[in-house]
């Protein structure tokens, strides 16, 4: 009996209808281990993971593997997404074992939960030096029937070792200039200034280092670090990890050019990325960066938003070709003949504007859309043209499948970047869409003590219950939502969220932070990891809410917090500066203040008041705070006992307890910002 056809994952519905006997992660999967004597296979992966896709069709659809499995194990599917805390804990056992992750994962536990052998993908048949899936799985067997003491003295030292790897205390002092120039110094030897980013294939959008490296200029002028950030982000941008059509960044390259994209397409990546080019703008003026961060946003509301107004979590990289299979980038690639077929004349133009050759570059003479630089000037309005009737027909082909789940933390890092963005480049709609989505979150996945559920689906709230990140990111959301609609109840939502980090999750001895609340299921470690991988990790998310919402109220309690937990910043960040981007950027933050603005005027529709407002939201000043209301409303914490001047709107900036006079004049507040 297959036990998933009632879970809220589209990860586990699509293993509902497998001849595997699936089971949810639950403790009575493993008494049934328990009970029957067998171990237990544990497979983690998520929806629009390509070799997850296809090892469920090579194996866990197939008849013959499915009742061997059934008969010697007891079978538990896990959505990593929705559960985090059990991947990382996996998968950190598989990393330490194995010298390499990856979805999907494969672990084998006794019924204690306790993991002895570990892998990734198996083929159905013996491949490249890897044994077969089902080879595996006998192997498996026939340990646990005759050398069962072996496989639990294995396991228990497992689980020993990932215990003793619980980060001790990394002392309380966050990171100083030394070592945020150490870091900066760590990233430069890493830097490929051949073709933007860091290191090799597969390369990795690096939005978190560019938000540092932004970061870094607006409070030292460091030219080094802002060409860092700018070529990396013209790079991504003209490459094919964009989606030059539709807008919207892929997961990651294959290459180190950025020209073949792994397909699928994550929430988390184009929020992130999406408020970097927004920021890159803000400080730049590029106008390419604004056009990539419009059609990212757009591509976030029309492609991901949900109906509730939530926002999806991936576009699958596969999709149907013309004949009918299901293969990796079928709607995004092209050839010439294509081409010919819809453009007729305007097809050589396309092809050189986009890149597309007759060899291609990808599979089967197919080509991945970028922008080549050339020497060539082309029509714009023709270009415009191409794009509208390309797009046109791509929206004709079997599109990819979405995993529609609404995951809380990446959700906020939605409504930061939607907020941000519809404020700069006066896009109200924008704004609209972060409000909505904040609204689902506080509607749906906050309880009626304001802790919040992982996911959502169809309106229907998950039963998994948010870990660090979903509290830190969501967090981060409203504040930055409450700075852009000056509407204080989102730092109250915040600040509730916030309260939760403090008294749950964090460590009241050394301020450390675990990435699951004290009262979680207990795994076989706590989760703790404070590197930052595809998206801030909880860590450093949480730092960064915690000194924001200390600015917003002058709370010494969180500014405290977040200063013992960039503690570890400042041991990591000189060493590993490429997996601690956000928690860099929070720290430069810190050390800028970070600065506290509060906009006040006769009437928020007051053109005067208006100008301020918007000044202050495209000060560069790392991690600044903006309050903007009325004279005398209390909406605000900031905006205590900040008068008009005369009957003009003004502006308060205020820094580490001192204050600038106010001013009424928006470019004297731009001065003031580093704007």
Not at 142 to 156: I, K, L, N, Q, T
Not at 438 to 454: C, F
Not at 586 to 599: F, H, K, M, Q, T
Request: proline share 5%.
């Amino acid at each position: 009996m297959n036990r998933l056809a009632g879970v809220t994952s589209p990860y586990l519905l699509q293993h509902a209808d497998n001849p595997v006997d699936w089971w949810p992660w639950e403790p009575a999967a493993f008494e049934e281990a328990r009970r029957r004597n067998v171990p237990v296979l544990l497979s983690v992966g998520y929806s629009a993971c390509h070799w997850c896709h296809v090892m469920a069709h090579e194996s866990f659809e197939d008849r013959a593997t499915a009742d061997y499995l059934n008969e010697h194990f007891v079978s538990v599917k896990v959505d990593r997404e929705e559960r985090p805390d059990i991947d990382a804990v996996y998968m950190e056992a598989v990393q330490a074992a194995t010298g390499q992750g990856g979805w999907p994962m494969t672990v084998f536990l006794t019924p204690d939960a306790e993991p002895f052998y570990f892998g990734t993908y198996f083929p159905p048949a013996p491949r490249h030096g890897m044994p077969s899936f089902r080879q595996v799985l006998e192997g498996v067997r026939s340990a646990w029937a005759d050398r069962r003491d072996e496989v639990a003295e294995v396991a228990g030292k497992i689980v020993r070792d990932l215990t003793e790897r619980e980060i001790g205390h990394q002392g309380t002092r966050p990171p100083g200039e030394q070592e945020l120039a150490q870091a900066l110094l760590g990233l430069t030897r890493e830097y490929d200034a051949q073709r933007g980013g860091f290191g090799g294939a597969p390369k990795f959008p690096p939005s978190m280092v560019v938000e540092f490296l932004l970061r870094h200029h607006a409070r030292t002028g460091s030219e080094g670090a802002l060409q860092m950030a700018v070529d990396t982000c013209e790079r991504m941008a003209r490459g094919g990890l964009y989606d030059q059509l539709g807008g919207g960044f892929a997961r990651y390259s294959v290459d180190r050019d950025w020209t073949v994209p792994h397909f699928e397409k994550m929430l988390y990546d184009n929020a992130l990325l999406c408020r970097v080019y927004a920021h890159l703008w803000r400080a730049t003026g590029s106008e390419s960066a604004r056009r990539v961060a419009l059609e990212t946003a757009d591509f976030m509301v029309r492609e991901l938003r949900t109906e509730e107004g939530g926002f999806a979590s991936a576009l699958d990289a596969d999709s149907d070709d013309e004949t009918g299979a299901h293969v990796e980038g079928a709607y995004y690639v092209w050839t010439p003949a294509q081409l010919d077929e819809i453009l007729g004349a305007d097809a050589e133009l396309a092809a050189r504007y986009f890149g597309v050759t007759a060899d291609g570059t990808f599979e089967h003479g197919q080509s991945v859309l970028q922008l080549p630089q050339q020497e060539a000037v082309f029509d714009a309005e023709k270009v415009e043209s191409v794009r509208r009737r390309l797009l046109a027909a791509r929206a004709r082909r079997p599109a990819p499948g979405r995993d529609d789940k609404v995951v809380a933390a990446w959700n906020g890092l939605a409504v930061a970047a939607l907020a941000e963005t519809g404020a700069y480049f006066d896009r109200p709609d924008l704004v609209e869409a972060a409000v909505g989505a904040a609204d689902l979150l506080v509607r749906l996945h906050l309880d009626d003590h304001a802790r919040i559920a992982r996911t959502s689906r169809g309106g229907r709230v998950g039963a998994n219950a948010g870990v660090l990140e979903d509290y830190g990111d969501v967090a981060e959301g409203f504040l930055a939502l409450a700075s852009v609609t000056g509407e204080g109840v989102w730092l109250e939502f915040a600040g509730l969220l916030l309260g939760h980090v403090l008294t749950g999750f964090a460590d009241p001895e050394t301020g450390a932070l675990y990435d699951t609340a004290s009262d979680a299921e207990r795994l076989i470690r706590r989760p703790q990891d404070p590197t930052d991988n595809a998206t801030p990790s909880g860590w450093t998310a949480a730092a960064g809410a915690l000194l924001g919402y200390a600015a917003h109220t002058g709370s010494e309690v969180h500014r405290t917090a977040a200063e013992r937990a960039l503690g570890v910043v400042g041991a990591l960040g000189p060493r590993v500066p490429r997996f601690v981007g956000w928690g860099l950027a929070v720290a430069e933050a810190l050390l800028d203040g970070p600065r506290e603005i509060a906009v006040v005027g006769p009437d928020r529709r007051d053109g005067r008041t208006v100008a301020l407002h918007r000044t202050a939201l495209l000060g560069v000043a790392p991690g600044a705070v903006v309050a903007v209301g009325t004279a005398g409303s209390d909406e605000f914490p900031l905006l205590a006992g900040r008068p008009l001047v005369g009957d003009e709107a003004a502006a308060y900036v205020c820094r580490g307890f001192t204050c600038d006079a106010p001013t009424t004049d928006p470019e004297r507040l731009r001065a003031a910002l580093g704007g």
